[in-house]
Each structure stands twice: as structure tokens, then as C-alpha cells.
């Protein structure tokens, strides 16, 4: 999908429900009274053409992750949306700990007017697997046995490739005077597939909060070889210029001198290219070697390496690609001198106190907080026009609230009412007020937005017994049903004729009296689904 959509996606749910709790001040709740429901829906003229009961493992090609990462004030993680062995689907909400690896380290150097730079790094650290001063790899545990999400393997798969693809664009010498070239149209382009990834996996998909307000805009990024001699500066910092980048980040890295950077990535590549072999001779995966790093489709490998500090947040990768040469991104260069006191233009303080983020903080196991399950069918199924139902137990639980809802076709073009895009809430569960809220939103989630919703409150709906929450799409407009009745009917501001995909999640964040205040005893909570199910008008 094209990058706005990938950007925009974030915000969707959080829209949805903002503008439903808006449309609530001037449009309160009604009672929910189901002995005033009387049209049912008659599923005889009905075919059956899509069915999910749950039986054994999760069917992975047709639900995928909706993405793990940062989500309202919680966070959205792959293993927590799970089968129970019982014919359900389970979608887990929990507290966790941050699960850093096993032992924080410090090393520290010299920058401008004697000022002290302190580096804290943990063993995911990608230049801490390496033997002296920076430890040894045999010592390494395997802190990945959290799965990661198909959407950032596939996100990582896509860096990888994509910067292959640059590299090879450029053919970039292997030895010599190093390659500093103008940058200009043609380094540009084959450069922004690269870049917009590499930005957007911190800024979307990460688990840290701060990497998504961290600076980083193309003109400011840089691109360096550590075992090949090439510098890519792309307009950041005309100061910048004047100064040796690799020094500069091998001092950020750590290390005393740009030499021993240098060599230090030497065998750090050497020791991926012994791994790869393996691999590719049969040998088994070892979590110690993939502990900071992502390992990719074209055999390059991966360590995101985020650092921090009182004033700012430098997004950088460590990529040791199919070549086995070594190469860093990073995501503002003058952030970078600023870091490590440069010179009297980047001279910060007296001590900078740097701490390093890697792989499993980023993207696998998160800081510590409230994670939830998250299910999608964007890239396995959609579906048009139909009637869609979801059978489940809804949890008692106040600070948590869970959906049944779709994205179909553009739901942000705007001006075209919801004939080409629509987002459709089936049914979403706020807990607090006992109430059930159905939606439709479309024209985007900006100043053009629009929705039409219904809300019931006091429901009884969390009762510890299944219950099902449908909706008929057709030519003519959406009906809602709750237990197989027919509870509100629109067409939004026309019908939409595109098809959509379907998503069910759980979500955790303050919405004032709608969702209510979570009490951390409550976890964790599990979400009980029975089935899903699609029908068909029969012709």
C-alpha cells in the first residue's frame, strides 16, 4: 500500500473511536432494550462462503498480524493473539516487564574539550558480540524466542532488499579513494525506497515510544561504508561536511578510534559470513547469532541500533549484507555529532550520557506496559458486499475495549463520500458504560472526516455467555445486528463498492468514561471468539 496509507493506518481506530465519542455529546447513547429488536436476519437466502471456527493451530494465511508496536497507550503484539486448542480464538491482554537482555554494559570515550561520552548497551549490542573489550558471542543468550510479527520480517526483508538494490546502483569501489559522490536525481530515487522503510519501521512499527518523535527526514540521513569506503551525505549538515563521519560514529559506537571501528566490523562480518554458510550447508538457526539482528530474505543481516540521550534520539542500522561488507544508516547526522561532542558547533555538555535500544526492545519483547492481540486479513482475503458475523464472550473489564471491524477500499480518498472507501465498525465494546458502538467513517480521518454511528449502553452483553454481532452490507446501504437482530440501519453518506478486509483486536487506552480506567490486578484478560463468518446474498 502506498506510504500515506501506511502512515495513516496507525490512527484509524483511534479516529474511529474519537469521533464516536465526539457524535456522543450531541447524540447520547440510548438504553439497549433487545425486546424492541424485532427484524431478524434469515440466513436462508444466504450462502455460507467464508468460515473460521478456530479448530487447531491459527490458520496464518488468511489472519495475519495487524502489526506489533505501539498502540494508543498499550502495545499490539503477534504472540498474544492465539488459538486455545478448543475451537476459539483468544486475543490476550497482559502487563509485561521489560525483558532487556541479560546484562547492561558501559563503555566510555573522550569527545571535544575533554568531555566525557558515556555509551550504556546490553548484549543484543551488535559490536558486543564481538571477542576483547566488547565481550564474546559464546556468551550471548537467546533472547528471541518472542515472535516477531510477518509484518516487520517482511518490512526488514524489504530494507534489505531495497538497500541492495542502491548499493548496487552505485557501484561503489572496493578499495581505493573513498566514494563520496554528488548526490543527485538518480542516487535519490534508487535511495528513497530505502530510506522511507528504514524510517518507517521506527517510526510505525517499533515498541519504543521514542523512536516515533525521533528527527528524520531524508535531507538529514546518511549512508556510510565501514568495510568499503563510501560516504553518501544527503544534504545533512553542511557542517558535517568538514568532518570525518566515520570517526564520528565509530566514537558513538564506542570505540577509541575509527581504526579499531573498522576492524572490529571486519570480524563482525566475518563471523555473519561463517554463519550464513552454515545455514546455507544445512547447519541449524542459532539464537545467540540472531539475537540482535534480523535476518533476511536475500541472506543480509540487520541490527537496529536506536540511541538516546536527555536531547535527542539517532535511528540507525547496522547492516552486514549478502557481500559480507558492513554498512551503517543513519537518520540525522548532525544529531550524531551532537552525540559525541564533535566540535565547538556540536558541543553539548560536559558528560553525554548515550543509551543504546537494540532489536528485542525495538521489535520484539517491548519496554514494559499493557500488550494485546491483533488480528488483520490486509494481504490473505477480502470481501465485498455480504453479511459478516462474529460470535463471542466479551470481558467485564473496565480500560480495555475490543472490535470487529473493516477497512474497505481507500477509506481516506476524500470528496467521494463512501462510495470508494469506508472504514466499518461492526461492533466495538466499551466496557465502562456497558455499551456496544456501531460506525461507519469515511473521507478520511482529517478535517473532511465523516462518520455515522449508533450507540446502546447498559447492554448486559458481558455476561460470561456467547453472543453474536453481525452486519449486512448490500446495494442499498448496512444494517447492524446483535444476537441475529437487527438493531440500526444507514447507508453513511452513500454505499461503498469496494471490498475490505476484516480486523478483530483488542485495545488499551484512556478514553475518559467510554472505556473507563484499567486496574492492573484485571490482567490478564482473554477475549473468547467462537467463529467469524462471511455470507453471500444468493442470486
Not at 60 to 85: E, V
Not at 270 to 276: D, E, G, I, N, S
Request: contains cysteine; aromatic residues 14%.
Amino acid at each position: 500500500m502506498r506510504k500515506i496509507i501506511v502512515f495513516v493506518l496507525i490512527l484509524a481506530l483511534s479516529c474511529a473511536v474519537a469521533s464516536s465519542l465526539v457524535g456522543c455529546k450531541s447524540k447520547p447513547a440510548e438504553p439497549y432494550d433487545p425486546s424492541k429488536f424485532t427484524e431478524s436476519i434469515d440466513l436462508t437466502g444466504y450462502t455460507l462462503v467464508f468460515e473460521d471456527e478456530f479448530v487447531g493451530e491459527l490458520d496464518r494465511s488468511i489472519w495475519g498480524d495487524t502489526r506489533q508496536g505501539t498502540r494508543r497507550d498499550g502495545f499490539w503484539t503477534k504472540n498474544l493473539a492465539f488459538t486455545d486448542g478448543d475451537g476459539h480464538l483468544v486475543l490476550r491482554t497482559e502487563q509485561r516487564g521489560s525483558r532487556y537482555c541479560s546484562e547492561t554494559k558501559e563503555r566510555t570515550i573522550v569527545g571535544y574539550e575533554d568531555s566525557v561520552v558515556k555509551l550504556k548497551y546490553d548484549d543484543c549490542y551488535p559490536f558486543g558480540m564481538i571477542a576483547g573489550d566488547f565481550g564474546d558471542v559464546g556468551q550471548l543468550e537467546g533472547h528471541t524466542s518472542d515472535e516477531v510479527g510477518y509484518v516487520i520480517l517482511g518490512k526488514f526483508d524489504r530494507l534489505a532488499s531495497s538497500f541492495a538494490t542502491f548499493k548496487e546502483s552505485l557501484n561503489i569501489p572496493t578499495s581505493g579513494t573513498e566514494y563520496a559522490p554528488t548526490v543527485g536525481g538518480r542516487e535519490i530515487s534508487v535511495y528513497t525506497p530505502f530510506y522511507e522503510t528504514a524510517a518507517e519501521l521506527y517510526n510505525y512499527y517499533s515498541f519504543t515510544i521514542e523512536t516515533k518523535n525521533a528527527k528524520c527526514r531524508i535531507e538529514n540521513s546518511a549512508i556510510l561504508g565501514v568495510t568499503l569506503p563510501y560516504t553518501m551525505l544527503f544534504g545533512a549538515g553542511g557542517q558535517s561536511l568538514s568532518l570525518t563521519l566515520r570517526g564520528t560514529l565509530a566514537r558513538l559506537y564506542g570505540f577509541s578510534s575509527e581504526a579499531a571501528f573498522i576492524d572490529c566490523a571486519e570480524e563482525l562480518a566475518a563471523k555473519y559470513a561463517a554463519y550464513r554458510a552454515e545455514l546455507e550447508n544445512g547447519g541449524e538457526e542459532d539464537g545467540a547469532m540472531e539475537n540482535g539482528c534480523f535476518r533476511t530474505e536475500n541472506g543480509s543481516f540487520v541490527f537496529p541500533v536506536a540511541i538516546k540521550n536527555d536531547s535527542s534520539v539517532l535511528l540507525t542500522y547496522v547492516i552486514v549484507d549478502e557481500e559480507d561488507t558492513v554498512s551503517l544508516w543513519v537518520s540525522d547526522v548532525d544529531a550524531a555529532l551532537r552525540m559525541v561532542n564533535a566540535d565547538a558547533t556540536h558541543y553539548t555538555s560536559a558528560e553525554v550520557n548515550n543509551e543504546v535500544y537494540c532489536k528485542n526492545v525495538l521489535f520484539v519483547t517491548g519496554p514494559e506496559g499493557v500488550y494485546s492481540g491483533a488480528l488483520r486479513t490486509l494481504d490473505t482475503y477480502k470481501h465485498g458486499f455480504g453479511y459478516y458475523e462474529i460470535r463471542c464472550k466479551l470481558p467485564d473489564v473496565e480500560g480495555i475495549w475490543h472490535a470487529f471491524w473493516m477497512m474497505c477500499g481507500n477509506v481516506y480518498s476524500v470528496g467521494n463520500g463512501s462510495a470508494d472507501g469506508v472504514e466499518i465498525d461492526v461492533f466495538e465494546y466499551l466496557p465502562a458504560r456497558d455499551s456496544v458502538n456501531v460506525a461507519l467513517h469515511w473521507d478520511g480521518y482529517d478535517e473532511a472526516h465523516q462518520n455515522a454511528h449508533k450507540r446502546y449502553e447498559g447492554t448486559n452483553l458481558a455476561d460470561g455467555e456467547y453472543h453474536t454481532f453481525g452486519m449486512n452490507w448490500d446495494e442499498d446501504g448496512y444494517a447492524f445486528y446483535i444476537d441475529g437482530k437487527k438493531v440500526w440501519t444507514t447507508t453513511g453518506d452513500g454505499v461503498c463498492h469496494e471490498e475490505g478486509y476484516m480486523k478483530i483486536s483488542t485495545e488499551y487506552g484512556e478514553w475518559g468514561d467510554w472505556v473507563g480506567t484499567l486496574d492492573l490486578a484485571d490482567l490478564p484478560v482473554d477475549w473468547i471468539i467462537d467463529y467469524v463468518r462471511i455470507y453471500d446474498k444468493k442470486a
